[in-house]
């Protein structure tokens, strides 16, 4: 966009209007400043400065079908087609714009088109884009020719060079990733093909975070990965995808093997607050929490909003609206939370269940109880673990007894149980629940008699237990992450084995996918880098498990927000009302951004009910005492 001209005005510009008249923009300004009329002629010139030109009514429009322009907050888009050719920062907020078709001084054409826009700090700009709109239909003409048939790298070569020649390296990579991304060119070209537009126009990337953004993606797919540094820390700059951003540098330091970056730039990624997408879904929940009357919730949501922008729509307002009444309706909160249970749209209510029953059995928080006291002896060893590392566990626990009804259980076994943590779990359901792990350090210590008779040694690639022992196994808080691709296959062939028809297996594991993910607190930066490297996607467990034998698999993402929204969590906060709101946040953001990561997912499978007699002989499920019977040498 060029800026014609510019006019400072009494206050916030609020609406904006083109009269039918010739040349006539109305300004609707905020509160007490009036409305005003500016003049200008058909070649956008204010009217002091206008010249003769023909008469001719204005018809407001933002785009043609080939030209269009849209607002972004600060941002005015000239798109071509739908891809953004420029993106010019203004000096605000843009709150209103139209735009019309106007002439040009030296045809006296109407083959231009002259924008208005106003914006929260009162100044109006007349712009027009750096492009006509004739210019624009005549390069999509051009890319409609290209062959569709033949070499795609000769393709995606010819698109690129076509973008290149218009001018704007900014729609050259964004039409490029477009092809791709629609199957017209090969994604391995067009990022060789981007990262070489982007090297070109270094200084276009420089100034604007959306492209560099993309670029970094291009370099670090062609394994230019200092180039995608550099690019990714541009992009950084950007509230929008500073979290991503800072992420993708982190994978790009693992990549180069500078772990003590890596770990920082993670660190830094999980601590860089929320986006607007973030913000909107706390905001939101907390309006939530608000009209169900739970005060001191919607406090607490408020006030994780603040330090990250307090001038945020009216956060600051209702916070101190709640404060004032907080001691009254935080008394009536715990009365209104077992009907807000049931209204239409808080946390689904097989959550809010588990919630309950958690909370009933004695396995969530209180100030003076605490399930980390299972595992308390474990831990010490990694000092002390992170309020964010307890919230994980505890929200792995809900989801796990979202997708599993303890009563239907008999036998349970939990694979990586060193601390016996869903066993003694299990255990309070009645079930007959054991664990195994490759050691024995806490148990020796601090279990008693019997849990160390239901505790074996053992890898879970070959366990020592008789076919169709349990009618669940678990392997959960990412254990499955530290199994190589052949020890998965042995482990899922294994729980087939010793599952019981229509058996479950259920895992939970690290998501690659995620942009804040931050792993457990204790790990040392090598064990982290290492483990990143691990990492499998849920459809690649997924496909896994269907090819050992599983059936009707389902992935569920949690903890799908960065650590930094429970840091301010004390110990009572982790308990019950907390707990469901965290999961409440979970179920917002994961249905309102469908395909969302979380930090972790669930993976639950069914062993198939059809008989498998044909593949071993049948060995009795139990032993003599109703225990799992333990193959013998």
């Known amino acids: 966009m060029r800026t014609l001209w510019t006019q400072h005005l009494p206050g916030p510009v609020v609406g904006l209007s083109l009269a039918e008249q010739k040349g006539v923009v109305d300004v609707v300004l905020g509160a007490e400043s009036g409305d005003l009329e500016i003049s200008f002629d058909l070649s956008g010139n204010p009217a002091d400065q206008a010249r003769q030109g023909t008469d001719s009514d204005s018809e407001p429009d933002t785009g043609d079908g080939h030209l269009s322009l849209t607002v972004d907050g600060s941002h005015v888009c000239t798109l071509v087609g739908g891809t953004v050719w420029q993106r010019l920062r203004l000096d605000s907020d843009i709150t209103a714009m139209t735009a019309m078709t106007a002439m040009t001084a030296m045809t006296a054409k109407r083959d231009r088109t002259l924008a208005f826009l106003g914006t929260v700090a009162g100044i109006l700009y007349a712009m027009t884009p750096l492009i006509t709109p004739a210019r624009a239909a005549a390069l999509l003409r051009d890319e409609a020719l290209l062959p569709t048939s033949g070499d795609p790298a000769d393709r995606a070569a010819r698109a690129a060079k076509l973008y290149e020649q218009a001018g704007s390296p900014t729609f050259a990579v964004f039409r490029l990733r477009h092809l791709a991304e629609s199957g017209e060119v090969d994604a391995v070209d067009t990022d060789r093909l981007i990262a070489a537009i982007a090297r070109k126009a270094a200084h276009v990337v420089r100034a604007d975070p959306a492209l560099a953004f993309e670029a970094g993606g291009a370099f670090a797919r062609v394994g230019a990965y200092e180039e995608a540094v550099a690019a990714y820390q541009i992009a950084a700059s950007s509230e929008r995808h500073r979290t991503a951003a800072l992420h993708a540098v982190g994978d790009c330091f693992s990549v180069l093997d500078i ?41 607490t949501q408020y006030e994780k909003l603040l330090p990250w922008g307090a ?53 969530l928080p209180t100030a003076k109880r605490t399930i980390d006291d299972y595992d308390a002896t474990f ?18 626990m809900i989801n796990l007894f979202g997708v599993v009804d303890p009563a239907r259980i008999q036998t349970s076994l939990d694979v990586g149980s060193g601390t016996l943590r869903y066993p003694q779990v299990l255990a309070r359901y009645g079930v007959r629940s054991y664990g195994i792990d490759l050691r024995d ?40 992450n530290h199994l190589s691709a052949a020890q998965r296959r042995r482990f899922f062939a294994e729980s087939l084995r010793t599952l019981r028809p229509d058996g479950r297996l259920v895992l939970s594991a690290w998501d690659p996918r995620c942009d804040f993910q931050s792993l457990l607190s204790f790990y040392s930066p090598e064990e982290s880098d290492e483990l990143r490297r691990h990492l499998s996607r849920p459809e690649e467990l997924a496909a896994e498990i269907t090819a050992a034998g599983f059936a009707g698999f389902t992935v569920t993402p949690f903890f799908a927000f960065p650590d930094w929204q429970v840091l301010s969590c004390d110990q009572p906060a982790e308990g019950a009302a907390a707990l469901a709101v965290l999961a409440e946040l979970d179920q917002l953001r994961i249905q309102r951004t469908p395909g969302l990561a979380g930090q972790m997912f669930l993976l639950s499978a069914r062993r198939n009910s059809a008989p498998d007699s044909a593949k071993r002989p049948f060995l009795p499920a139990l032993g003599a005492e109703g225990e799992p019977d333990r193959e013998r040498a």
């Open 259 to 299: 772990p003590v970056a890596a770990v920082a730039s993670y660190r830094a990624a999980a601590a860089s607050g929320p986006n607007d997408e973030t913000r909107n879904d706390l905001y939101h929940l907390a309006r939530r929490l608000e009209e169900r009357g739970q005060s001191t919730e919607a406090v």
């Open 311 to 363: 001038g945020y729509r009216d956060v600051w307002a209702r916070h101190g609206i709640l404060r004032s009444t907080e001691p009254i309706l935080a008394a009536s909160s715990s009365s209104s939370s077992s009907a807000s249970s049931s209204s239409s749209d808080p946390v689904p209510p097989d959550l809010v269940g588990v919630v309950r029953q958690l909370d009933g059995v004695g396995l």
């Open 379 to 396: 831990y010490e060893r990694f000092e002390n673990p992170a309020v964010s590392d307890s919230v994980k566990k505890r929200l792995e």
């Open 441 to 480: 350090a806490w148990i020796r210590d601090n279990a008693d008699a019997e849990w160390k008779g239901r505790f074996a040694v053992a890898d879970g690639t070959a366990l020592p237990f008789r076919d169709r022992s349990f009618d669940l196994i678990t392997c959960m808080m990412g254990t499955v």
